[in-house]
């Protein structure tokens, strides 16, 4: 089933979000264009948190950082963050606190933002090449698993990566592997097919984040590392307060899917 938003410009789904009409995951919307995830941080942890990310791209990576105000540079110009997603979690010292619709009042001057790939960008291509994509039918967030798999430490910051999961055939799940490894950007080829227990999983059908989906006949768990590992690591590193996107509602931007890799690598020249 296809996203009613699915045909609307990126600004039109903010617009859309920041008035409160759109209240539901993202995935879907305003097809082609790239998705993120968001972490804001006080500014004495911002630099150990970025050096963290740089240390492990898979889970992390970052597209765009922004401080002094929460407002879009590249991804989407002059475009406020923090009230462009449906909604926003708030941590205290490591604990979800609540979840808002508009997180600007939550926004000091000395906080650093951070915008994260999302497997929602590469979704499209597994479209494209028949592959279902089955939270989409249903029109739900995907499903996301803490994991035991370890990230690479720095200072403060250490955790383990959140997966996120699509049931699909082994046939699928081998050719969505060798497209998602063409999007480095947005977490690239699977972390694990068809072994949750390998990674610390126990029950495909209770996600820590997220809701379940039903398997077909046949089908296999396919994960991918997710950019709702900061939110799990903020919990070890508890700093005063963060704020971060709910999982599954992404701050949708205007570059396509197809262009973030060339402009990113321009952008970094």
Not at 236 to 256: C, E, T, W
Request: aromatic share 10%; glycine share 8%; charged share 20%.
């Amino acid at each position: 089933m296809e996203n009613q938003y699915a045909h609307y410009t990126p600004q039109q789904v903010r617009e859309l979000i920041r008035k409160g009409d759109i209240t539901s995951s993202t995935s879907g919307m305003a097809a082609g264009y790239v998705q993120a995830n968001l972490i804001c941080l006080p500014g004495d942890y911002a630099e150990e948190f970025y050096e963290f990310a740089k240390l492990n791209p898979q889970p992390c990576p970052v597209l765009e950082v922004f401080e002094k105000v929460p407002v879009s540079t590249f991804l989407a110009p002059g475009e406020n963050v923090l009230s462009s997603i449906p909604w926003y979690n708030i941590y205290r010292d490591g604990k979800l606190e609540k979840t808002i619709p508009d997180a600007n009042a939550y926004w000091t001057e000395d906080m650093v933002g951070f915008l994260i790939g999302c497997s929602y960008s590469f979704e499209e291509a597994l479209l494209k090449n028949g592959i279902e994509i089955r939270h989409m039918t249903l029109g739900t967030p995907v499903p996301m698993f803490r994991t035991t798999i370890a990230c690479k430490p720095y200072g403060r910051f250490h955790g383990n990566y959140v997966v996120s999961m699509r049931p699909m055939t082994p046939e699928n799940a081998e050719k969505a592997k060798e497209i998602t490894e063409q999007f480095p950007r947005v977490h690239g080829g699977p972390v694990q097919i068809g072994d949750p227990a390998a990674i610390g999983i126990k029950d495909v059908d209770q996600p820590d984040y997220g809701q379940p989906v039903p398997f077909h006949e046949g089908e296999v768990p396919v994960f991918w590392a997710c950019g709702v590992t900061p939110q799990f690591v903020v919990e070890n590193v508890k700093p005063p307060i963060a704020i971060s996107h709910r999982p599954g509602y992404m701050f949708i931007s205007n570059i396509l899917n197809t262009e973030i890799e060339e402009k990113l690598a321009a952008k970094e020249k």
